[in-house]
Nanobody, 124 residues
Framework: QVHLVESGGGLVQAGGSLRLSCAAS????????LAWFRQAPGKEREFVAA????????NYADSVKGRFTISRDNAKNTVYLQMNSLNADDTAIYYC?????????????????WGQGTQVTVSS
């Protein structure tokens, strides 16, 4: 079992930045492929970014490339999402997800473990 807890969401003005964190417990963190997804009201959950076990490889949705950065600190069992140049379209609940089998997938069904989500609201 893996327990994921997100933090760092909030209200920010368009053009601003936020840094989300996701702390993991319950399984060897170094063996987990990790990702961030988001879900806006009335929309499907969508992939945002993913990172490999060692942090050397990353994958991003086209909509966030150049603005968001995913990273991980295996010593702290934490994955981060640095979000810059935020706009109203980034408003959503952001979820952390983990998979012990693979990394980089943009499909939510790939991931076995999910956090409870953290709300990000961007005001225009």
């Amino acid at each position: 079992q893996v327990h994921l807890v997100e933090s760092g969401g909030g209200l920010v003005q368009a053009g601003g930045s936020l840094r989300l964190s996701c702390a993991a417990s319950g399984r060897t963190f170094n063996n987990l492929g990790l990702a961030w997804f988001r879900q806006a009201p009335g929309k499907e959950r969508e992939f945002v970014a993913a990172i490999s076990w060692n942090g050397y490889s990353t994958n991003y949705a086209d909509s966030v490339k150049g603005r968001f950065t995913i990273s991980r600190d295996n010593a702290k069992n934490t994955v981060y999402l640095q979000m810059n140049s935020l706009n109203a379209d980034d408003t959503a609940i952001y979820y952390c997800a983990a998979s012990p089998l693979r990394w980089g997938s943009e499909t939510a069904q790939t991931y076995d473990y999910w956090g409870q989500g953290t709300q990000v609201t961007v005001s225009s």
